[in-house]
């Protein structure tokens, strides 16, 4: 039976040590190309050593550091769709805004998610 890509073949340690590169390409890629997920890498550098040092027991500052680490996940999933979106076409319509637009309500949703965590576990 032949595989659907021929990247699908891989098993193990192969796949392991592939997988890791390619998620690199990936982190690299939306580094350099795109300035939202910057900033919020930047927010996260400080956000995450800051929730490190607070003095809280580890769940709290394990949800402190995932409210920030999910903003970048899903900002990069949002950068994932933009980029196939404008693969696809350039042109405009309503189904590849309604895609784009969906993707940065998400990406704000995860960031009112760390104002209030945050806020929450600080002040609450």
Request: glycine share 6%.
């Amino acid at each position: 039976m032949e595989s659907e890509s021929p990247y699908k073949g891989k098993t193990g340690l192969r796949r392991l040590w592939n997988a890791f590169h390619y998620s690199l390409d990936g982190f690299s890629a939306a580094f350099r190309n795109e300035d939202a997920f910057r900033q919020e890498v930047i927010l996260s550098f400080v956000l995450i050593p800051t929730a490190l040092f607070l003095h809280l027991d580890g769940f709290r500052k394990a949800v402190l550091i995932g409210s920030v680490l999910l903003v970048l996940i899903v900002e990069l999933i949002n950068s994932g769709i933009e980029a196939t979106v404008d693969r696809i076409s350039l042109e405009n319509h309503h189904l590849a805004k309604r895609a784009k637009d969906i993707g940065s309500s998400a990406v704000f949703l995860s960031l009112v998610n760390v104002v209030c965590t945050w806020l929450l576990i600080l002040f609450g």
